[in-house]
């Protein structure tokens, strides 16, 4: 396994290990509140999608350990490709932003495991 794919992989697992804690833990919360830009109020009534879209990141992150334990090159590229049409859709759904946050990092290790 190359070590640039297994580093830009686990950095992506990392990002969605920290946007499952943003988003079951920290949604209403200061920090959760700057970083998606909401009010107390909106953001408590979104608190129970907030965390289902987290735990989805949870699910994430955890394939791509799981791939990055084992060495499967197949798991941790279907796992990768999951992140950047989530990134899309995200993107074309609710911000831009999200397209070089979570499918930019992903379509690079997508690269870097190819090459």
Known sequence: MSLIA??????V???HLYF????????????GLKVFGQSRE????????????????????????YGLATGSRE???????????????GAATVSRKILFVQAL???LAIVAWLI
Request: a positive charge.
């Open 13 to 15: 697992a990392l990002l």
């Open 42 to 65: 909106k953001a408590e009534q979104s608190k129970v999608l907030a965390a289902n879209q987290g735990l989805y990141n949870g699910f994430l992150a955890a394939g791509l350990v």
């Open 20 to 31: 499952l804690v943003l988003e079951m833990f920290l949604w209403t919360r200061p920090l």
């Open 105 to 107: 990092p992903a379509l």
């Open 6 to 11: 297994q580093l830009l992989t686990a950095l």
């Open 75 to 89: 798991f941790c590229l279907f796992f990768l490709a999951c992140v950047v049409v989530a990134g899309v859709y």
